[in-house]
């Protein structure tokens, strides 16, 4: 804590009333405008300077910040203006004594000092759930296994306690007779050895320890010592009073000799083995791991219904991958059991599509000759087959590529909460990933990962212990010698990190960091632990947490998560500005979070029976805590599929144990989620969860293990092959505009700081030129291009440009403090002309604002070179049949994490050509996307313009701003109510043209490569298909994009009267109407609460209405951004915007597979000909297509079916949404027949 560091001194005797320690400045700002007077006042500790303060001021409804700094005498001043002489002043309270005196230069007088606010949670003790009687003492190892730079001082302290006790009795007691013993001629002090030996009796054992294990080594290298040390050993048997502590002292001289000579003669002795060892094999652990076996799948050809008039014989193929041989090998059946098959060299398998809508299904496509390539569409046995199959190529290609360096690798991540009890013998199954939920294929479950990350909690092992444990488990399990790369351990909390041994040298800046959370956040029992590193150029974060235990305490556990995100030390030091969800690359969370279910137990055991667990992840308190955004911004957790982890009874995994007999009555535990996995990337990074879940197994602990394994891309340390720039092929990263809203009653100058390993250091922006604000607690800056400062990358490729990111943070000139802090990809930037980006603003895990401007990348051409990554080498197919109506492959929750849109390449009908097409097709979207970019801006520009009058509701501080927002301000239930349409689903799931609807920058699809992420939604649209459109077929990956609209920027004077019939598209009776929102008056009251927001009447989500704590300022903004206000494009009735903040169940079906395509056309595709294994055609239609050709038809333009159906438009309710440009798009050039087609569109939705 910054101010605490300096001490008692500087704050007198005791703390004040008007000193808030580490309260945050958004806190702060709070507490001011509650206090609502002129001349209010608090002293909080600096985030920017650690030992200095600063000091706040309410005046004129603006908080007002002063930087007090010490000097290098101790002394405290106030910062002040160049040239002015500071007043100096010995502690906190003289200093604040003299500003209450008028007249002293700053703002006003300090009149009002506001109180430090009392605990909401009066009770810290962490033991209501039975699951800590008592607050375990750290375990012996604690203090001796930690790695440098850990905690270990600190854990001593209760045996430190306890040494001083007995050394403070012998002073007041036992002294007086020793020195009345020395008086009578005593040549000894009896009680003074007494006191000696209590105290060193820990000691003495711990030495018979380590003097019995190195027992062991002596007899091998040192005999003369061995023999000495069994023999003090034996010694040290039945010993007492003067013997023990002479015997103390022997043991210790013979230890330091050992210690000191053991070494030298083992490596003597070793050195002579080796000479006579050199013919001899090489040992287990320097072999390379297991050879892979080849692997078979049995799949079906998928070809157009166009072929089924060609039945012929089944046509069942299998897929033989051989991982170690690099080929893949197509064999299918012919008649008289013979069989034909082609061989595909790694090289010649140019890359896999996967369908989205059809979960087993996958194209591949095959290099043929020279420049021609065709693909070919298999259905597996399962999406999990689909999966394994995927990873053995990405394996085999990985594994045969000529990079030195990897582009993607396998991350194990696994957390359990051990009870205090060793684990079994054996716990394959956690490692290989066996058990309940989304598991692994048994094809892949033995292949080994590149890192694995262990989380425990309640680990009574020693930490030597505990991961050679780890090591001989992955030994067996992968043959390879698994190097721990990092241990840190609080108390019974550890997390350890191992690596295959080729990826040893690839780690560097190794960090590790803990934080007590336990009673009065100086107890280890809860807490964290964290470790960080780089591997190349990829930086990883890894947290592992224990959160307060017990059903109620919810808040306290979300103040654990800010404690812990807001103190734990780890990354780059100049990222201080920044939390730890920031400074990573990939931030993996774990551990046992404690989150509980808010239901009755007997409802939850029913569920369970019945295996139904969407009801309750509608009621899990972490999900719900997300959905507020009160914790985990913009993490993401993959879909759970597995019963809650907690509390069974030892021994059984058939029951769940949830009553406890305590002193104080019966306790109840709900079986509930308290063990997960979450993560947090950079945007337009690669990461798909391929496996999470638990095992069944495993019965020592209440908690069973969990597991996830993820495929992870990540960047190599870039050696530039031109060397250093020259000047003419310098890149450059140039702004044009940058435009920030937060959330502050501040009204100081802004000033904006770029980070990025790409930078040589860090660069700071001018002041903001402009600076606006209709409310007092939100700001709106601006920097134009003048103000903002061009940078230099280190390297100008484009290959290592592509990879790099540019964090941001908003600080005030006042006090050097940041209000809010962001990342920006550098990938999507790269080009000639500005691109825009928008993205939010976050500060000690807050949503504190966002930010939007627009900036390049100027990449000379002599650096443009770059080559495809192998995460890029598999892609996601938004098929020909689209998603069908009323199902989305994505949670209702997706929105915390970002998910690059589908990069759309042009389906042609000659699969020869697919190819040159597609290189073809890639380059001209990428030459046309400014353009596209930028009139897909002013769309979102319109949507977001300062219009917004939600933007004026306040937490819980009355002012004439919001009172301004009066009932004739906002549209009528009249105005608001949706046109004569359609009704729009219950499912919080729009209906969209399925290739690939347009999206600007404010609308990415979060697509996962098929995977459902589980992210809480900042807004849950599924509005757009994402990509740019350029064809058919959608081909893209998992890339992390920049999130979607975030609150729009205060209303200007000028925008706040608005037509009374402005058109607002009400999507679905979940979304509350303007008219129900109550707005504070500003007329007498009480203020409302901290954190309080306002209920809104009639929004009833998941079954109950909001409670005042449901939504923040920008999420209500958010929320009510959705209104189309004058001077924007209404939004189209068949893509109405999901609720923000929507309870968890909302669309939970839209979170299923969807089944495979009409099983009618499943049964004949098995039997087609031979001749249509190569054919022209690449993906399946469904039987209802026909009525697209029949429609045609009737119109005399069936012409045109062959280009509408490439470009999916196979659904006559699609077709309702297209457009002329879609309708170019698939060849219809003629405005007459463009014209007929509308038409005929047209009378059929009358109909």
Not at 125 to 145: F, I, M, Q
Not at 676 to 698: A, F, M, Q
Not at 791 to 796: A, C, E, R, V
Not at 996 to 1007: D, E, F, L, M, W
Request: with cysteine; charged share 25%.
């Amino acid at each position: 804590m910054a101010g605490g560091g300096v001490g008692l001194s500087p704050l007198g005797p005791a703390p004040p009333i008007w000193y808030h320690r580490d309260l945050s400045r958004a806190a702060a700002e709070e507490l001011l405008a509650r206090a609502g007077r002129d001349g209010s006042f608090l002293v909080r500790d600096s985030e920017s300077v650690n030992g200095a303060y600063a000091l706040c001021v309410l005046f004129q409804k603006h908080v007002h910040t002063y930087r007090i700094l010490p000097d290098e005498e101790g002394f405290l001043a106030v910062q002040t203006s160049q040239g002015v002489q500071p007043k100096r002043f010995k502690t906190l309270p003289d200093l604040v004594s003299s500003y209450l005196q008028p007249s002293q230069g700053l703002v006003t007088t300090l009149l009002y000092a506001v109180d430090r606010e009392e605990s909401a949670i009066p009770d810290d003790r962490d033991y209501s759930d039975g699951e800590d009687e008592k607050p375990p003492l750290p375990p012996r190892s604690a203090s001796t296994s930690n790695p440098p730079g850990s905690d270990a001082s600190t854990e001593s302290t209760p045996t430190a306690n306890g040494l001083s006790t007995i050394s403070h009795e012998y002073l007041k007691g036992s002294y007086a007779l020793d020195l009345e013993a020395v008086k009578q001629g005593a040549c000894s002090l009896p009680h003074l050895n007494k006191t000696l030996v209590s105290s060193c009796k820990r000691l003495n054992g711990e030495v018979d320890k380590v003097l019995s294990g190195l027992e062991i080594l002596s007899k091998v290298f040192d005999q003369q010592s061995a023999f000495m040390v069994s023999k003090m050993i034996q010694q040290s048997v039945n010993q007492g009073g003067d013997q023990e502590l002479e015997n103390l002292v022997t043991k210790l001289a013979i230890l330091k000799d050992l210690l000191s000579s053991i070494e030298k003669k083992a490596l003597k002795a070793l050195q002579d083995m080796s000479l006579s060892a050199l013919c001899s094999p090489p040992p287990l652990s320097m072999r390379h791991s297991k050879a892979i076996p080849v692997q078979a799948f049995e799949v079906k050809l998928d070809v157009y219904l166009a072929e089924l008039t060609k039945i012929g014989k089944s046509q069942k193929y299998t897929l033989s991958v051989d991982v170690e041989g690099g080929r893949l090998v197509v064999m299918k059946k012919v008649k008289d059991s013979q069989e034909d098959w082609t061989t595909f060299t790694h090289d010649k398998i140019r890359q896999l599509i996967k369908s989205q809508r059809v979960q087993n299904k996958l194209g591949i496509v095959f290099e043929k000759e020279k420049d021609k390539s065709q693909r070919k569409d298999f259905i597996f046995a399962s999406a999990k087959k689909r999966e394994a199959f995927c990873q053995l190529l990405q394996l085999m290609k990985n594994k045969h590529s000529n990079q030195d360096e990897p582009d993607m690798i396998s991350v194990f991540i696994g957390t359990w909460n051990m009870g205090s009890v060793p684990a079994p013998k054996s716990v394959s199954s956690w490692v290989s990933c066996r058990g309940l939920g989304k598991t692994l294929d048994e094809m892949t479950v033995t292949i080994p990962h590149d890192l694995y990350a262990f989380g425990t909690q309640e680990n009574s092992v020693c930490d030597r212990e505990w991961v050679e444990s780890l090591r001989v488990m992955l030994k067996e399990q992968t043959e390879l010698d698994y190097k721990p790369i990092v241990v840190q351990t609080l108390w019974s909390i550890k997390v350890a990190v191992l690596v295959k041994p080729e990826h040893e040298n690839r780690i560097s800046h190794i960090g590790m960091s803990s934080v007590k959370t336990g009673i009065a956040n100086t107890l280890g029992n809860k807490g964290a632990v964290g470790v960080s590193f780089m591997f190349n150029g990829t930086s990883f974060g890894f947290v592992n947490c224990h959160l307060t235990s017990g059903n109620e305490k919810i808040a306290r556990r979300n103040q654990n998560y800010l404690d812990i995100l807001r103190l734990l030390s780890l990354g780059d030091k100049q990222l201080s500005s920044f939390d730890i969800s920031l400074r990573f690359t990939h931030l993996f969370w774990l551990g046992d979070l404690n989150y509980r279910l808010d239901m009755d137990i007997q409802e939850i055991l029913n569920y369970i029976n019945r295996k139904e667990f969407d009801p309750l992840l509608k009621v899990d308190q972490l999900n719900l805590e997300r959905e507020k955004n009160k914790v985990f911004l913009r993490f993401a957790e993959e879909e759970i599929s597995f019963p809650p982890t907690y509390r069974y009874e030892r021994g059984s995994r058939d029951t769940y144990v949830w009553q406890k007999q305590k002193a104080t009555g019966m306790r109840t535990n709900v079986p509930s989620w308290c063990d997960r996995i979450l993560w947090k990337s950079y945007p337009e990074t690669h990461i798909v969860c391929n496996s999470y879940g638990c095992t069944d197994d495993i019965v020592t602990s209440d908690h069973s293990p969990v597991f996830g394994t993820f495929e992870v891309g990540v960047t190599s340390q870039f050696v530039s092959k031109k060397g250093l720039p020259k000047s003419s092929e310098q890149a450059y990263i140039e702004f044009e505009s940058i435009e920030a809203i937060v959330k502050t009653a501040s009204r100081t100058k802004f000033f904006i700081e770029f980070y990025s390993t790409c930078l040589e250091e860090f660069k700071k922006s001018y002041e903001n030129d402009s600076q606006s604000s209709d409310n007092v607690n939100f700001l709106r800056v601006g920097w134009s291009s003048k103000q903002l400062t061009t940078l230099k990358p280190l390297l100008s490729e484009i290959e290592y440009l592509q990879d790099q990111h540019l964090l941001l943070t908003v600080k005030s000139v006042d006090g050097y403090e940041s209000y809010g802090e962001c990342v920006l990809a550098l990938k999507s930037m790269i080009g000639s002309t500005a691109q825009q980006f928008h993205t939010y603003l976050s500060h000690r895990g807050e949503e504190t604002g966002n930010i939007r401007g627009s900036m390049r990348v100027r990449v000379p051409s002599e650096r443009m070179g770059t080559r495809e990554r192998l995460y890029e080498w598999i892609s996601v197919d938004k098929d020909e049949a689209g998603v069908p109506k009323g199902k989305s492959t994505l949670s209702s929750r997706v929105g915390h994490e970002y998910v690059k849109p589908p990069v759309v390449r042009k389906q042609v009908g000659e699969l020869g050509k697919v190819s040159e097409e597609l290189e073809k097709n890639c380059k001209e979207d990428t030459a046309a996307r400014p353009k596209q970019d930028s009139s897909d801006a002013d769309q979102s520009v319109g949507k977001n313009s300062y219009n917004n009058p939600a933007y004026y509701i306040l937490e819980g501080v009355p002012n004439q701003s919001a009172a301004a927002l009066s009932s004739e301000l906002l549209p009528s239930p009249a105005a608001t109510a949706p046109p004569a349409t359609k009704p729009p689903p219950p499912v919080a799931v729009a209906r969209t043209k399925p290739p690939c609807a347009p999206v600007g920058p404010s609308h990415p699809r979060r697509t996962v490569t098929g995977h459902t992420v589980r992210a809480v939604t900042e807004e849950g649209s599924s509005e757009d298909d994402g990509g740019t459109c350029v064809g058919g077929a959608a081909v893209g990956s998992t890339l992390n994009l920049p999130p979607p609209d975030f609150p729009p920027p205060p209303l200007p004077k000028g925008a706040m009267e608005m037509a009374a019939d402005a058109p607002f598209l009400k999507p679905r009776s979940l979304h509350p109407d303007l008219a129900e929102v109550k707005i504070p008056a500003a007329g007498p009251g009480p203020p409302l609460g901290l954190g309080e927001s306002f209920r809104r009447g009639g929004g009833a989500v998941g079954g109950g209405v909001l409670d005042d704590q449901s939504c923040s300022v920008l999420q209500m903004a958010k929320t009510l951004s959705e209104t189309e206000f004058p001077g924007q494009p209404p939004r189209a009735p068949s893509a109405p915007p999901p609720l923000r903040g929507q309870a968890a169940g909302l669309g939970l079906d839209a979170c299923r597979t969807f089944p495979p395509r009409n099983a009618i056309a499943e049964s004949i595709a098995e039997d087609l000909p031979e001749e249509a294994l190569w054919g022209s055609s690449s993906s399946s239609l469904s039987v209802g297509d026909s009525s697209v050709g029949e429609w045609l038809q009737r119109l005399g333009l069936e012409r045109y079916e062959q280009g509408l159906l490439h470009n999916g438009w196979d659904d006559l309710e699609f077709l309702s949404d297209i457009t002329e440009e879609d309708l170019e798009e698939a060849g219809v050039f003629d405005p007459a027949h463009k014209c007929i087609l509308l038409e005929s569109l047209r009378q059929q939705q009358k109909v």
